[in-house]
């Protein structure tokens, strides 16, 4: 099973230091969010096929739709066919609007 998650996403207020109107910056946060993204969703996965062996996403449903001949054979064994799938969960992040980058009122002033 394929996982695909795209997403949009501003940066409402910077106050790391880093210069988000520099496009390699804005690429570099793309790909830790994408990656935050897919650890994310396999730990809940993992719990999900191990620890509940329950299928809380409804897999079932997108099984059914793509493959219903082959659900009416395997349905009475999907329990144990998604505790044991291999699941490929694949994120793409968009930043779109950089946002404002100033002083953070959390972060004291280094001098």
Known sequence: MTVRIETHD??????SGLDFSTPDHIKDLERELENQIERRI????????KEF?????????AFYRKYPSEW??????WDDLFSNMEV????KVHV?????????IFKPEQR
């Open 72 to 77: 009416n054979r395997n349905q009475d064994r």
């Open 10 to 15: 501003d940066i409402v207020e910077n106050a």
């Open 88 to 91: 490929n969960v694949q994120a």
């Open 96 to 104: 779109t609007r950089p946002g404002l980058a100033g002083k953070s």
């Open 42 to 49: 396999q730990m809940a996965l993992r719990r999900a096929q």
């Open 53 to 61: 062996k329950a299928d809380i996403f409804r897999f079932a449903d």
